[in-house]
């Protein structure tokens, strides 16, 4: 028991100038950091991906709903009218890429849309669940599709980075 303390302090003696020489080498602190914004942004086009497929799958899924003859136009127009603004954010988000007075609100932009995506999302469900006529679940298919718009184009802007 009494070989523990010396243990410790013999361990500390030997890393204590390993992790100066370590803290000083610069190039290797950037290189490290490098790879830390790498694996974030890899992680980040990762999780937009798989976004965007789930609005993907949902959209090929309402494929499988079936008309019925009660219309429920109110629930599929708010879906695509809620869809449009997502798409109108990430439009915002595209030109700031190309206008550099548009450039810092480049990432409100996305997390924006990204957010009412996810609100039209579930207006999208909802309307998929209620059914309605063939109109209707038309205009909930176009909804769900805009509304996945910022997810895909994350991903692109992301993997810019990569």
């Known amino acids: 028991m009494r070989c523990l303390p010396a243990l410790i302090i013999t361990t500390l003696l030997v890393q204590i100038p390993a992790a100066f020489a370590l803290a000083l080498d610069l190039d290797r602190l950037r290189e490290i950091l490098k790879r830390i914004i790498d694996f974030i942004t890899l992680g980040g086009?990762?999780?937009?991906?798989?976004?965007?497929?789930?609005?993907?799958?949902?959209?090929?899924?309402?494929?499988?709903?079936?008309?019925?003859d009660r219309s429920h136009r109110w629930l599929s127009a708010t879906a695509l009218t809620s869809a449009w603004g997502p798409v109108l954010l990430t439009t915002v988000a595209a030109a700031g890429m190309f206008v550099p007075a548009l450039a810092p609100f480049v990432l409100r932009a996305f997390a924006l849309a990204v957010a009412l995506a996810a609100v039209a999302w579930c207006f999208s469900v909802a309307a998929l669940i209620a059914g309605g006529t063939r109109r209707d679940l038309r205009r909930t298919r176009k909804a769900l599709i805009l509304a996945g718009t910022p997810w895909y184009c994350l991903v692109v802007y992301l993997a810019t980075y990569l």
């Open 45 to 68: 086009v990762a999780l937009a991906l798989l976004a965007g497929l789930i609005f993907l799958v949902t959209w090929v899924l309402s494929h499988l709903r079936r008309p019925s």
